[in-house]
């Protein structure tokens, strides 16, 4: 059974610091790229980051860039989404999500507030 599950979302301060965790079952980890995708009240899904298989490869959203960075764990099936000087409208469900080649996992997301 294919799963991805997030973790460390919660409340945080206006220029706080948070560690988003994705832990992967079910199918063959390291093959895959990951990505963080987040989705606002009202808004659509919109790419946050993105990992290649072997993390030699990163990229981000311009507004995330020098923020937020992504990394992974091969050897513990995790990926990371480290998010420093958060604002507000950092706030949103974060989602992570497995692709290779045609096949896409997604996880059930963890909600971010950035509220004072």
């Known amino acids: 059974q294919v799963r991805l599950v997030e973790s460390g979302g919660g409340l945080v301060q206006p220029g706080g610091s948070l560690r988003l965790s994705c832990a992967a079952s079910g199918f063959n980890f390291r093959s895959y790229a990951m990505s963080w995708y987040r989705q606002a009240p009202g808004k659509e899904r919109e790419l946050v980051a993105s990992i290649t298989s072997g993390g030699g490869t990163t990229n981000y959203a311009d507004s995330m860039k020098g923020r937020f960075t992504i990394s992974r764990d091969n050897a513990k099936n995790t990926a990371y989404l480290r998010m420093n000087n958060v604002k507000p409208d950092d706030t949103a469900v974060y989602y992570c999500?497995?692709?290779?080649?045609?096949?896409?996992?997604w996880g059930q997301g963890t909600q971010v507030t950035v509220s004072s």
């Open positions: 999500n497995a692709k290779f080649d045609r096949i896409t996992y």
